[in-house]
C-alpha cells in the first residue's frame, strides 16, 4: 500500500489500485459534496481514520449524529465486539440471535476491508495511534462539554495577541446571549458591548471568571464609562439587571445544567487524551436547536483559533477540522455567529498547520469565499444542474486549467461511493472509490447508543468546574431588590403555624429559589411571615389581529396585610420546586394583619386580581391598515416592517404588470412606425445617391465631345452646350426633389423617436410613483392594543407561602 493517506481505490481497477495523498496537502483545506446517498459520510470517516493513523489529532463538528462510528473500531473483528452494535434487521436475520448477528457482521466486515487490502492489524495501530471521545454539550447522552462555563484567562502567547482575544470573547458572548434568547449585534448591542469589556478587563489583568462572577459584575461593573458615556447612561441600572436576570434565569434553568458538566472547553482536552496520545473529539450537536449549535461551533472554533496563533508556524499538518454538514453554517448570504470563526481558518489556519475539511449536500448554501479556499476536492454525486454548476465553479477556482466540460460528463456518470479527486496538489483529476472503513458505519447514534459508547471513556470522570448554577441567584441582588417587610402589623410570633382556610395550598419558600432574595429570605431565619404566591394563565384573543397569545403571570405579594393591592404584586418567575411542602423544624410564625384562615380572604384576592389584570394587562401589535397586516406578538417593529415592504412589493409588482400590459400594445405601434420611418430613410438615401452618380455620369465631358466631335460651327457648339446644360438642370431637379423626401422621412423618423421616448419617460414616472406610493403604505404602520377579557385570566393558583426571616 502507497505511503499518505489511503482513501480509496480508482474506479473500475483491478486489483484495487490505491489512491492515497499527503496529509500536508488538507493545511490548504478541502470540501466534500455528495448528495444524500452518495457515500459521503463513509468517505470522510475514512479520511479521518487515515489522518489519526498519522497521529493528527481532529476536531470533528458533527450535526447529523454518525460520526461516532469512528469510536467502533474493533481490532479483532470478533462477533462478540459487534454484537452490541448489530441493527435489529441483522438479528432478525440472524434469527433473532444477536450473537449470530454480531458474528456475521463481523466476518462481513472482515471480507470487505480485506477486498481493499486492509488487515486488522491496521485496525489496532489506528486504536493505539489516537482515542476517540464523542462528546454532547448540553446533555450527559454522551461526555458533557463544558463549553461556557469556564472563562480562564488566556496564558503564555495567546494573552499577547490582543486581536485574537477580543475575537474569541465576541464569539463566546454571542453564543452565551444566543442561549439566553437574545441575538445580539457585536457593535449594536449594549449588553454585547459590557460583557465583552468585563471579560477583556479581567483577562487584561489575568484574573479568570465564571459565570457566576460575570453575572453579578453585571450589577455592579467595575467601570465608570464605556465609551465616552458614563456607564449609567450608556447602559442603565434597570437594563444591567434586567440582562443579569435573563442570564440568571439561563444558568439556573434545569435544563441548562448539562451545559456546565464535564470537562471544560479547552483545546488541550480535545486535541489529546488523558495519556497524552492524539484524540479525534466528535462533538456531536444533533440534538441542538439552531441556535445552540451555532453557539457551540462558534465557541469551539473561537477557542482553536486563539490556541492556534499561539503556535508556532508549520508546513505539517498539525489539527484537521472536519465539519459533516456546513448547512446553515457558513451561508453565502446570511452571517452567523460560527461563520467568522470558519472563514478565519479558511484563509489563516494554513500556516500554522491547521487544516479545514467541510462537507455538504448542497453546495449552493456554502459561501463563494469558503469555496475559493480549499484546494482539495472530492465530488460525489449531485442532485441538481444548480449543484453541479456550483461545484464546476468551485472546481475552476482551484485549476485554472481544469477540462469543465470533462468533469461536468464524469461527475453525471457516478454511482454510489464514487467521488472525482481535483485537487491543485494534482496533475490530473482522479476517479475513485472510496474503501471499506475500518471504523463499523451504524450510522447516527441513539442517545442510549451514546452512553454506551462513553462509559468508560476517561474524559467522564475529568475534572468538571464548580457547578456554576449553584451560584444562582444573582451576587448582591438582594442589597437592591429585598422588599423589607415594615409595613406588616404582627403580634408575637409563635411556634405554631397560624390556621390557614381550608383547600388553600400551604408552602414554604426554598431559600434557594431564584427570587428568594427579592422578598428577603433569611436561609437560617427563625421567623417565617407569610406571603402570597399567584399563578396567573393569560389569553391575549383577537380574531381579526390572527392573535391568540397566552402568556403565564406569576407574582408574589410580601408582607401580607388585609388588603393586598395587585399593582404592589412582585413579579417573578418561579415553578413548583421553588415552594417546599416540608415545613422546616424550629421556627416560629408571625401571624400577619389578614383573615387568611377564610376562604373569602383568598377569594377576594382573585377577583381582585383579575379585575385589575383585565385594566392594566394588554399586548401591543402592530397594524398596517392598508396591507391588512398584523403583526406577530414575538415580531419586531422592523421584522413586521420587513414583512409590510414585501407585501407592498408585491402589491407594487402586481399594478406594474397592469401598466405594462396596457402601454405594450402603444409601445410596439410606436416602435413599428420608427422601423418603418428609417427603413424609407435608408431607401431614400440609396436613391439619392444613385441619382447623383447619374448626373455626374451624364454631365461629366459633353463641353468637350462637342469640340473635339468633327467640324461644327462655334454656333452650333454654343448651342449644342445650351441644351446639355437644360439636360443637366433637369436631372439635378430631381435629385433635389428626392433629397427633400428624404428629409421628410428623417423627420418621421425623429418624430417617432420623441414618441417612443416619451413613452419611456411616462413609463419611467408611473413606475416611480408606483414603488413610492407602496413604500409610504408599508411603512404606515400603527400600534393596536390587545385587551383581555374576564374569560381570558384564568387564576390557576394561589398559594400561601411562608418565608424564612431573621428575627
Not at 469510536?71 to 479483532?76: C, G, H, N, V
Request: hydrophobic share 40%.
Amino acid at each position: 500500500m502507497s505511503d499518505g493517506l489511503y482513501i480509496g481505490g480508482r474506479t473500475g481497477a483491478e486489483p484495487v489500485d490505491p489512491v492515497t495523498f499527503d496529509s500536508e496537502d488538507l493545511t490548504t483545506h478541502g470540501v466534500i459534496v455528495g448528495m444524500t446517498g452518495s457515500g459521503k459520510t463513509g468517505l470522510a470517516i475514512t479520511l479521518l481514520e487515515e489522518v489519526l493513523l498519522e497521529g493528527i489529532p481532529v476536531i470533528a463538528i458533527d450535526p447529523k449524529g454518525d460520526l461516532g462510528n469512528l469510536a467502533l473500531r474493533f481490532p479483532t473483528l470478533s462477533g462478540e465486539q459487534f454484537a452490541p452494535w448489530v441493527s435489529d434487521a441483522d438479528v432478525t436475520a440472524a434469527g433473532g440471535n444477536r450473537g449470530a448477528a454480531g458474528a456475521a457482521v463481523a466476518e462481513r466486515w472482515r471480507a470487505g476491508l480485506a477486498s481493499w487490502n486492509i488487515a486488522p492489524e491496521r485496525i489496532g495501530r489506528s486504536v493505539d495511534a489516537a482515542g476517540v471521545t464523542v462528546f454532547t454539550p448540553g446533555t450527559t447522552a454522551g461526555v458533557p462539554l463544558n463549553v461556557v462555563g469556564s472563562l480562564a484567562a488566556p496564558t503564555g502567547d495567546e494573552a499577547g495577541d490582543t486581536e485574537t482575544i477580543r475575537q474569541e470573547i465576541s464569539g463566546y458572548v454571542t453564543s452565551l446571549l444566543s442561549l439566553a434568547g437574545e441575538h445580539a449585534d457585536p457593535v449594536q448591542s449594549p449588553a454585547h458591548t459590557l460583557l465583552s469589556t468585563l471579560i477583556e478587563r479581567s483577562w487584561a489583568h489575568q484574573r479568570d471568571l465564571d459565570l457566576a462572577q460575570l453575572i453579578g459584575q453585571v450589577l455592579e461593573p467595575p467601570l465608570r464609562k464605556l465609551g465616552v458615556f458614563d456607564l449609567d447612561t450608556f447602559y442603565p441600572p434597570a437594563d444591567r439587571r434586567a440582562l443579569a436576570m435573563r442570564l440568571n434565569n439561563l444558568v439556573a434553568s434545569p435544563s441548562f445544567a448539562a451545559w456546565l458538566e464535564g470537562p471544560p472547553l479547552t483545546i488541550r482536552e480535545l486535541l489529546h487524551t488523558a495519556d497524552g496520545r492524539p484524540r479525534a473529539s466528535v462533538l456531536s450537536i444533533a440534538h441542538l436547536s439552531e441556535a445552540q449549535r451555532q453557539a457551540v461551533v462558534s465557541l469551539v472554533l473561537g477557542r482553536l483559533i486563539t490556541w492556534m496563533r499561539g503556535q508556532p508556524g508549520t508546513g505539517a499538518l498539525r489539527v484537521l477540522v472536519y465539519i459533516d454538514e456546513v448547512f446553515g453554517l457558513v451561508p453565502p448570504t446570511a452571517a452567523p455567529p460560527s461563520k467568522k470563526p470558519i472563514l478565519t481558518l479558511l484563509k489563516q489556519a494554513r500556516a500554522y498547520g491547521v487544516g479545514t475539511v467541510l462537507a455538504t449536500q448542497n453546495p449552493v448554501d456554502l459561501d463563494y469565499k469558503a469555496m475559493s479556499n480549499a484546494a482539495t476536492w472530492l465530488v460525489g454525486r449531485l442532485q441538481t444542474e444548480r449543484d453541479k454548476a456550483r461545484i464546476l465553479e468551485g472546481l475552476r477556482s482551484v485549476r485554472g486549467d481544469v477540462d469543465v466540460d470533462d468533469l461536468n460528463r464524469r461527475i453525471s456518470g457516478l454511482d454510489k461511493r464514487q467521488f472525482i479527486l481535483q485537487s491543485a496538489h494534482l496533475d490530473a483529476p482522479v476517479e475513485l472509490t472510496s474503501r471499506w472503513a475500518m471504523s463499523y458505519l451504524v450510522g447516527p447514534l441513539t442517545s442510549e447508543q451514546l452512553r454506551m459508547l462513553t462509559a468508560d471513556d476517561p474524559a467522564r470522570s475529568s475534572a468538571p468546574l464548580p457547578d456554576q448554577a449553584s451560584a444562582a441567584p444573582v451576587a448582591g441582588a438582594s442589597d437592591r431588590a429585598a422588599v423589607q417587610p415594615s409595613g406588616t402589623t404582627t403580634v408575637d410570633a409563635t411556634v405554631v403555624m397560624p390556621p390557614v382556610a381550608e383547600g388553600t395550598p400551604v408552602r414554604w419558600l426554598d431559600p434557594a429559589a431564584p427570587w428568594a432574595d427579592q422578598v428577603g429570605v433569611s436561609p437560617d431565619g427563625a421567623v417565617c411571615e407569610a406571603a402570597v404566591v399567584a399563578r396567573v394563565v393569560l389569553r391575549y384573543d383577537e380574531r381579526a389581529a390572527d392573535v391568540d397569545h397566552r402568556q403565564e403571570w406569576e407574582a408574589v405579594w410580601f408582607p401580607v396585610t388585609e388588603r393586598l393591592d395587585p399593582a404592589a404584586a412582585i413579579t417573578v418567575d418561579y415553578d413548583d420546586r421553588d415552594l417546599q411542602p416540608a415545613r422546616p423544624e424550629g421556627v416560629g410564625y408571625r401571624i400577619p394583619d389578614a383573615a387568611i384562615d377564610t376562604k373569602t380572604w383568598f377569594r377576594r384576592i382573585e377577583t381582585e386580581l383579575r379585575n385589575h389584570l383585565r385594566r392594566e394587562r394588554r399586548i401591543t401589535v402592530l397594524r398596517n391598515p392598508e396591507l391588512k397586516l398584523y403583526s406577530r406578538v414575538d415580531e419586531t417593529r422592523d421584522e413586521f416592517l420587513a414583512r409590510c415592504d414585501a407585501a407592498a412589493q408585491e402589491r407594487a409588482d402586481a399594478e406594474t404588470a397592469k401598466l405594462t400590459d396596457r402601454l405594450r400594445s402603444k409601445e410596439r405601434q410606436l416602435s413599428d412606425k420608427l422601423a418603418r420611418a428609417q427603413q424609407r430613410v435608408d431607401q431614400l438615401e440609396v436613391d439619392e445617391s444613385s441619382r447623383k452618380r447619374g448626373e455626374l455620369l451624364a454631365g461629366a465631358g459633353q463641353l468637350l465631345s462637342v469640340v473635339f466631335g468633327g467640324r461644327r460651327s462655334t454656333r452650333s457648339v454654343v448651342s449644342g452646350l445650351g441644351r446639355a446644360a437644360s439636360g443637366v438642370a433637369g436631372r439635378r431637379g430631381t435629385t433635389s426633389r428626392t433629397t427633400q423626401r428624404r428629409q421628410t422621412a428623417e423627420e418621421q423618423v425623429e418624430r417617432a423617436a420623441d414618441d417612443l421616448e416619451a413613452l419611456e419617460a411616462q413609463l419611467a414616472a408611473d413606475l416611480t410613483e408606483i414603488d413610492e406610493r407602496w413604500r409610504q403604505v408599508a411603512a404606515e404602520v400603527e400600534e393596536v392594543g390587545v385587551g383581555l377579557e374576564r374569560d381570558d385570566i384564568d387564576v390557576t393558583d394561589v398559594v400561601l407561602v411562608w418565608v424564612r426571616r431573621d428575627a
